[in-house]
């Protein structure tokens, strides 16, 4: 076993994740930490590659050569994400999954399986094991780092919250869990979500709001049948209407925790239009909260650029042409929707390795902003309606 250190006085603290902030104001935001990463795999010179691209975000990185050794690392010391191999000695990756994701403490350890073929039976199995995600290696350094982060800032929010809400942001993971189409899609959300905020110079509080509402707007779909959720076809009208209703179950299961009360608007009202013709108030232009119509806009891209069970993936320039009609039609806010076509470059390379080092700066950004939410790189937003400019002057 090998341990590979590097030195935060070196360097200087990384802040490419974004560090979620619980909604009391009296508390201070937590401060970037070090993170200890597990490094599992037969091959010397691969562990040697993988310690190498992870050295930049200057965590601890330790090594283990077999499944045995790796487990006596994880009951042994405090480890905060694992890399395995998806053929690692003595047990393979599977079933390291398996014996890992057994106590409360394991259960929200992230744990990326690394393959070097893409075999669709391995991933599934993992996943179904318990792995966080399934790579194809290599992956470019770049790229890794950025997978690295996101599994970090997740298990970071997690553990930022309390029981009850560990429970509900666990319980809106199966809901996105229940369909495998959806991939990362709250992760998505709350990225495009979070950068909507800060290019509107929103307080910090309306920035962690927008975040955990695109983990939280869909909770209200644990009570809905698979054969709604999942149906290719047409749904019948009393199919919708068991769909509809899931906006006003998710508010009511969150309703009773405090610190979620910003966040309520956001799961009830996502699916109103501009027009009054959404639901579930059928609310019309500002009468819809400003949180709902910014986390509406990604959730609405990214469900168009996704392959659902109803319909093909839409490119990126369709996504936004389909999104402009739909402000013609009265549907959307116009203002919001020029907003989202300002961030959405940053989302749209095309090539992995640089969709995700443009993630991760994006969220670097978002990160900054929150340190220090003056206007400096804000869009002017004197165009904006009234509300807009009132709140890029409010403070949590």
Not at 100 to 108: F, H, I
Not at 172 to 186: F, I, K, W, Y
Not at 367 to 395: F, H, I, Q, T
Request: with cysteine.
């Amino acid at each position: 076993m090998k341990t590979s250190k590097t030195s935060f006085l070196d360097k200087g603290p990384k802040t490419t994740g974004l560090t979620l902030l619980r909604t009391d104001s009296t508390r201070a935001p937590r401060q970037a930490e070090k993170s200890t990463i597990l490094v599992v795999d037969a091959s010397p010179a691969r562990r040697r590659s993988i310690a190498a691209a992870l050295d930049p975000l200057g965590h601890t990185i330790i090594e283990a050569s077999t499944a045995s050794e790796a487990l006596c690392e994880i009951a042994e010391q405090t480890v905060h994400a694992v890399l395995v191999d998806l053929f690692v000695p003595e047990l393979g990756a599977v079933d390291f999954c398996r014996k890992v994701k057994v106590g409360e403490r394991e259960w929200l350890l992230p744990v990326i399986v690394l393959s070097r073929s893409g075999d669709i039976e391995s991933e599934v199995l993992a996943l179904d094991a318990g792995a966080d995600r399934f790579l194809l290696a290599p992956i470019p350094p770049r790229a890794l780092r950025a997978r690295v982060e996101a599994v970090l800032r997740h298990r970071a929010m997690v553990e930022s919250l309390d029981e009850t809400e560990t429970v509900l942001f666990t319980l809106a993971q199966s809901v996105e869990e229940r369909d495998p189409a959806l991939g990362q899609h709250c992760e998505r959300m709350a990225l495009m979500a979070a950068a909507m905020g800060v290019r509107l110079g929103l307080p910090c509080c309306d920035v962690l709001a927008l975040q955990r509402g695109a983990y939280l707007h869909d909770v209200g779909k644990v009570a809905v049948p698979d054969s709604v959720l999942l149906k290719p076809g047409p749904l019948t009208p009393l199919e919708w209407e068991i769909m509809k209703s899931h906006a006003e179950k998710g508010e009511k299961i969150c309703r009773n925790l405090r610190s979620l009360a910003p966040v309520l608007p956001i799961i009830r009202h996502h699916h109103e239009k501009w027009d009054g013709s959404g639901y579930p108030d059928g609310l019309k232009g500002s009468q819809i909260p400003l949180l709902a119509r910014i986390l509406q806009a990604a959730d609405i891209y990214d469900a168009l650029t996704a392959v659902r069970p109803y319909k093909r993936a839409f490119t990126p320039d369709e996504s936004v042409e389909i999104m402009r009609q739909e402000v013609a039609k009265g549907w959307r806010d116009p203002a919001i929707i020029r907003v989202f076509e300002d961030i959405l470059p940053a989302f749209n390379k095309g090539d992995e390795k640089e969709s995700s080092e443009s993630l991760a700066a994006l969220a670097e950004s978002v990160e900054k902003y929150r340190r220090n939410p003056g206007r400096n790189g804000v869009r002017d937003l004197e165009a904006a309606e009234p509300e807009m400019r009132l709140a890029s002057r409010l403070c949590c």
